[in-house]
Nanobody
Framework: QVQLVESGGGLVQAGGSLRLSCAAS????????MGWFRQAPGKEREFVAT???????YYAESVKGRFTLSRDNAKKTVYLQMNSLKPEDTAVYHC?????????????????WGQGTRVTVSS
């Protein structure tokens, strides 16, 4: 069982930055693929970024070049550095964990989810 707790959300002006954190419990964190998804008001949840156990990353086109995903296995934490934020980045951001290091773009591939942290970008 893995429990995930996100933090770092808040209100920021367009062009600003935030760093989201996702702290995980459990002994096997280092072997898990981790992902971030977001859900904007009135929209479906969408993929943002994923990182494999070995540290390979993949990003949605909408955030590529602006967001950076990293992990610290010693701290059992993943970080989503978000730069050059836009109003369309406004959403609740959810961290997710998967024991499967294949795929990673679909919500169904992640058995474990955090409650989410809200990011609001003002124009």
């Amino acid at each position: 069982q893995v429990q995930l707790v996100e933090s770092g959300g808040g209100l920021v002006q367009a062009g600003g930055s935030l760093r989201l954190s996702c702290a995980a419990s459990g002994r096997t964190f280092s072997s898990y693929r981790m992902g971030w998804f977001r859900q904007a008001p009135g929209k479906e949840r969408e993929f943002v970024a994923t990182i494999t156990a070995s540290g390979s990353t993949y990003y949605a086109e909408s955030v590529k070049g602006r967001f950076t995903l990293s992990r610290d296995n010693a701290k059992k934490t993943v970080y989503l550095q978000m730069n050059s934020l836009k109003p369309e980045d406004t959403a609740v951001y959810h961290c997710a964990a998967s024991p499967f290091n294949v795929g990673g773009l679909r919500q169904i591939e992640y058995p474990y989810w955090g409650q989410g942290t809200r990011v609001t970008v003002s124009s």
